[in-house]
């Protein structure tokens, strides 16, 4: 059975609010929500019941989760043994950067396989709908450049690497401003809308403890803790008041959230509350639910969530662990939790399986003693260790901080000469000598483990022979293989369904007409794949929801091409004779112009 939060969850007597401090609203499908209803008890107690248990099954890796965390921190904070330790003379202990750079190159890595704009690419398949695709593919680049696509896409590779899990969520996002150019203190005004992409940090994830990466969308639920404040949670409102109610309500209860992360990346950095500073936990959850069950009873009747009988997904966000500020079905027509989640080194049966960074943890910290006991040793080879004969030798001269030191010796030894006889420094050997270049035999163990070689890392080795061309791309050619394993994992778990939820995202949810013109490379690839005019093909067009929403069908997505597959050698070899004649490249059907 996993651990679970200790302590009652909170609870709050809003029957006890006076009348004055109630506010009007109209609830979405009439539900009965106010903060006093049993409907509304109905929706927190079940809410929170499955955020203690996704909670509870996650929270006996915190502890993994904090050590990576540490290794992660190139700077580490002083602690106050540190602080005593440099008081008194000792080195500090320091943390090795090696789990920190093998994350770095493999970051590297995905960033030159699939930040190359367009980040999302779609094809056709049949008719015209190659034209489709790359206008589809030109308004996702333009969404993604809007809400900054890949800022989201980096944080959850880090976390895939570090924690062994990354989570994503595509949403549909509304820009508003207020009023006009012209006139600004108008109400809310829609500036632009499009595709973002929020990253989850799985310290805040909400998972389905009887599920897995690879089985996500067939969770009974999924949540996450957001961390927002006041002022944005009534600007929600509104904008959007048939989404979001009770914010009003916020000032009268305690808004942290007891499911908040206990994480190196959060302590002392988010939740500052003061006069000023009005910070609100919400848990956002989506619960695969059959409305009729979601059923309560007062003095004013039966309610429920509604009629259904058969299964439907829900939203609801709670927040400070008390109070229902949305509740509405989640409205989405490809029926999936609007999120992506991946795992490259998964399991296939755990929601939260084993990162690489800590399947080397163990190294990692055998390299951290190595290093630190150096450093200790060396210090106290430093100093200066000096035996006397407390007979002969005044000692409070001895231990004087003067530069120039007047030693003198007692008086019952004047006169005796051979001074030397009675004082000796005492000679400690460095025993830890042998510690740095076993350093780099452990990094070379966790390279070995990871991947990650030297010359993915952009360092050739020294010494020896000259290494030749043929060798060197024979050894990037093997390491970029088993760096590809990953990417390709990451392509077909993450990006894919990005991809796939952005279209849907555009058919459903677009109510802006856009403007676009396929340009570039585009064109002359449309044109000589497809035979297209390319003026028609750079020609100015109009698009709405309805011009993709035949995309399910006809249309098939997917990200950017991993580099290093192709073969220049082999296409050099190739292309070398028909350079030299152009008979043989025109029979195969070259422009040879």
């Not at 803790?225 to 048939?242: C, G, M, V």
């Not at 500052?272 to 069950?293: A, F, W």
């Not at 662990?321 to 509740?327: E, I, K, P, S």
Request: glycine share 8%; proline share 5%.
């Amino acid at each position: 059975m996993p651990p679970y939060i200790q302590g009652a969850l909170r609870t709050y007597d809003w029957s006890q609010l006076g009348s004055d401090k109630k506010f009007s609203y109209d609830y979405p499908d009439r539900l009965r929500l106010e903060p006093d209803s049993p409907l509304h008890k109905l929706v927190v107690k079940e809410v929170l019941d499955r955020a203690n248990d996704a909670k509870g099954a996650l929270s006996d890796r915190y502890t993994a989760w904090k050590e990576i965390d540490r290794t992660m921190i190139a700077y580490k904070q002083p602690t106050k043994d540190d602080i005593k330790a440099r008081e008194k003379g000792r080195p500090a202990m320091i943390v090795l950067p090696l789990s920190f750079a093998i994350r770095q190159t493999l970051l590297t890595y995905n960033t030159s396989t699939f930040l190359n704009q367009p980040y999302f690419r779609y094809n056709g398949i049949e008719g015209m709908d190659h034209i489709k695709a790359a206008l589809m593919e030109l308004l996702v680049d333009l969404h993604c450049y809007q809400s900054k696509v890949a800022l989201s896409l980096y944080s959850a590779w880090q976390d895939s690497y570090s924690y062994g899990i990354g989570i994503g969520m595509p949403h549909w996002m509304k820009k508003f401003g207020r009023g006009t150019a012209r006139n600004p203190m108008g109400g809310p005004t829609l500036m632009w809308e499009g595709n973002a992409l929020g990253h989850i940090s799985p310290y805040d994830a909400l998972l389905d403890p009887n599920s897995s990466v690879n089985a996500f969308q067939s969770s009974e639920f999924f949540g996450y803790l957001e961390h927002t404040n006041i002022t944005s949670l009534l600007a929600r409102e509104q904008s959007q008041p048939e989404r979001w109610f009770n914010c009003r309500y916020l000032s009268y209860l305690q808004r942290k959230s007891i499911f908040e992360p206990d994480s190196e990346d959060y302590s002392g950095k988010r939740g500052l509350e003061t006069s000023s500073l009005r910070p609100v936990d919400v848990v956002q959850m989506i619960i695969n639910l059959i409305p009729r069950e979601w059923k309560t009873e007062d003095s004013k009747g039966s309610m429920a969530l509604g009629n259904g009988e058969y299964p439907e997904k829900w939203l609801f966000a709670v927040a400070g662990d008390g109070l229902v500020l949305r509740a509405e079905p989640l409205g989405l027509f490809y029926d999936e939790y609007p999120a992506a989640v991946m795992a490259p080194f998964f399991d296939n049966y755990s929601i939260s399986p084993i990162s690489l960074i800590e399947r080397i943890g163990g190294i990692q910290e055998f390299a951290d003693w190595l290093i630190n006991s150096y450093l200790v040793n060396v210090r106290k080879a430093m100093g200066i260790n000096i035996v006397y004969d407390p007979l002969a030798i005044n000692g409070n001269d001895l231990r004087s901080d003067e530069i120039v030191k007047l030693i003198r010796m007692n008086p019952s030894h004047w006169g005796r000469g051979d001074v030397g006889k009675y004082v000796q420094q005492l000679k400690i050997d460095n025993v830890t000598a042998e510690n740095v270049p076993a350093v780099g035999f452990i990094f070379d163990i966790a390279q070995r483990v990871t991947g990650v070689s030297d010359i993915l890392q952009g360092i050739m080795r020294t010494g020896g022979e000259r290494r030749s061309a043929t060798e060197a791309q024979q050894v990037f050619s093997s390491s970029i293989s088993r760096v590809q394993t990953s990417a390709k994992l990451t392509s077909i778990q993450f990006h894919q369904d990005i991809a796939r939820m952005f279209a849907y995202n555009i058919q459903q949810l677009m109510s802006q007409e856009r403007v676009l013109t396929i340009s570039g490379d585009r064109i002359a690839q449309l044109a000589d794949e497809y035979g297209v005019d390319p003026a028609v093909i750079a020609t100015p067009t109009k698009v709405t929801a309805e011009d993709f929403l035949d995309f399910d069908f006809n249309m098939k997505s997917h990200d950017a091409a991993l580099p290093g597959e192709e073969n220049v050698d082999g296409w050099l070899q190739l292309l070398q004779p028909m350079l030299t004649n152009p008979q043989i490249g025109q029979q195969l059907g070259l422009d040879m112009r």
